[in-house]
Structure formats: structure tokens, C-alpha cells
């Protein structure tokens, strides 16, 4: 593990999650020799290092991409993913959800990730993501026991036809940013494309999950927008 701080006293940690047990010990030591006014940083150690996933392990994986893998190595790209296995068989059940659930896991998240990554640099070809602006809460309402959310949005160029757009499907993953930076990403899926309320630049969605919380928490979801 490579723990090193910036000026800002931020720590970036590099860690090979089969090492964290061996490290342990070394962490408990330190809270020993270090005068008390240090335990701050041991503290803040001890929350990096627990928000580590062991990534050679699927199970450990959260179907959400966490921050760090939002603006870290390109999906498509990351250790521990395989090809399907066409001509022969899996070795284990465990290599093969290993390998299905990676893949769809990249599939639902890589365009996405590449495309805020491209947003933020200035780069964001439109064709490749559509983006909205301006996006506030319009209206909070139970369907068919969910609770949706109706969001208001501002588009850059009109839609002509909603009747015949692509743009917000049922079904469609969102990723929405209260500052505007997607540190603070906020996972929705469009559930309610009705028409006449498109025309007025509202949708209806359903909230996924955001920074690893629990669903559905409402309350956290209107303050951060």
C-alpha cells in the first residue's frame, strides 16, 4: 500500500486489497506512537483504506460505480475483466458470474463514465451524451407503489417531437450532479415518459442510489439539488 498527501493534506492511497489485513497491525501501531493530535490522520487512513474493495472478488463490487472508479481508469479498460468463454466451458460458477457480471456492469456504465469525464475536460462530443441543465424537483408522487420523482430540466436545442426523440427512454440511466462537477453523483432512471409533461421539460424518475446510500432517501435528494 502507497499512502501519500498533498499539499491540501488530502491522502491518496494506492493499495492492493489483498495487503490490507497484513497492514493492519502497522495502522495499530501508529495510533500508539503518534501523539494524539495525529489521530485525525489515522482516522481519515482508516476510512480510506475500509472504502477499499477487493476488486479481484465480484461480490465485492457495488453495482453502482463508486467516485473513485467514476474518474478513475476507463471501465472497458480495468483489471479483472474477461472476455466471454465461447469455445470451452468455465472452470467454476464463480468465474462465471465473475465474467457476466463484469461485463454488464461495463456495459451499463462505461459510455456514461467517459462521457462526464469528457463533459468536465470540455471535450463532450453531443452525439455521444445528451446532457441537461438547469435541473430542479417539479414534483414528488406515488405510482404503482414507487415513489416518483419529477424533475425539471432545461435542453440546450429543443425536441422537436418527443413522440419520436430518443432522448429520455424508459428506462434511460441518468447521472445527476447537485454541484455540477459530479463529485456528488446522484443515480436515477427515467420511469414515467409521459408526452404532454415532456413538452413542458419535466420527467419522471426513480431514484437508484447516490454516494452509497440507501434508496428512496428523499429528503437528501431534494437538498442536494
Known amino acids: 500500500a502507497v499512502v501519500s498527501t498533498q499539499s491540501t493534506g488530502e491522502m491518496n492511497i494506492t493499495c492492493d486489497p489483498t495487503c490490507l489485513q497484513a497492514i493492519?497491525?502497522?495502522?495499530?501501531?501508529?495510533?500508539?506512537?503518534?501523539?494524539?493530535q495525529k489521530y485525525d490522520?489515522?482516522?481519515?487512513?482508516?476510512?480510506?483504506?475500509?472504502?477499499?474493495?477487493?476488486?479481484?472478488?465480484?461480490?465485492?463490487?457495488?453495482e453502482i460505480p463508486t467516485i473513485e472508479e467514476l474518474f478513475g481508469d476507463p471501465l472497458d479498460k480495468v483489471q479483472f475483466l474477461a472476455p466471454v468463454k465461447v469455445s470451452e466451458g468455465y472452470d467454476t460458477i464463480?468465474?462465471?458470474?465473475?465474467?457476466?457480471?463484469?461485463?454488464?456492469?461495463?456495459?451499463?456504465?462505461s459510455a456514461i463514465q467517459k462521457g462526464i469525464v469528457d463533459f468536465k475536460e470540455g471535450k463532450l462530443d453531443e452525439r455521444d451524451m445528451n446532457t441537461y441543465h438547469q435541473v430542479s424537483v417539479d414534483?414528488?408522487?406515488?405510482?404503482?407503489?414507487?415513489?416518483?420523482i419529477s424533475l425539471h430540466f432545461k435542453l440546450q436545442r429543443q425536441v422537436k417531437n418527443w413522440n419520436t426523440s430518443s432522448k429520455l427512454m424508459f428506462g434511460n440511466l441518468l447521472c445527476l450532479?447537485?454541484?455540477?462537477?459530479?463529485?456528488?453523483?446522484?443515480?436515477?432512471?427515467?420511469?414515467?415518459?409521459?408526452?404532454?409533461?415532456?413538452?413542458?421539460?419535466?420527467?419522471?424518475?426513480?431514484?437508484?442510489s447516490f454516494n452509497e446510500?440507501?434508496?428512496?432517501?428523499i429528503s437528501h435528494f431534494i437538498l442536494r439539488l
Not at 41 to 62: C, P, R, T
Not at 197 to 206: H, T
Open 41 to 62: 490522520f489515522i482516522i481519515g487512513l482508516l476510512l480510506k483504506l475500509a472504502n477499499v474493495a477487493d476488486l479481484s472478488n465480484w461480490n465485492q463490487l457495488q
Open 94 to 109: 464463480e468465474e462465471y458470474l465473475s465474467t457476466y457480471f463484469r461485463l454488464l456492469r461495463t456495459e451499463c456504465f
Open 24 to 36: 493492519l497491525p502497522d495502522v495499530k501501531q501508529l495510533m500508539v506512537d503518534l501523539p494524539v
Open 139 to 148: 414534483n414528488i408522487g406515488i405510482q404503482h407503489t414507487r415513489i416518483i
Open 213 to 217: 446510500v440507501a434508496n428512496h432517501d
Open 177 to 208: 450532479s447537485g454541484n455540477g462537477e459530479f463529485t456528488d453523483p446522484i443515480w436515477v432512471t427515467v420511469v414515467d415518459r409521459d408526452i404532454q409533461q415532456l413538452q413542458k421539460s419535466v420527467v419522471g424518475v426513480e431514484l437508484i
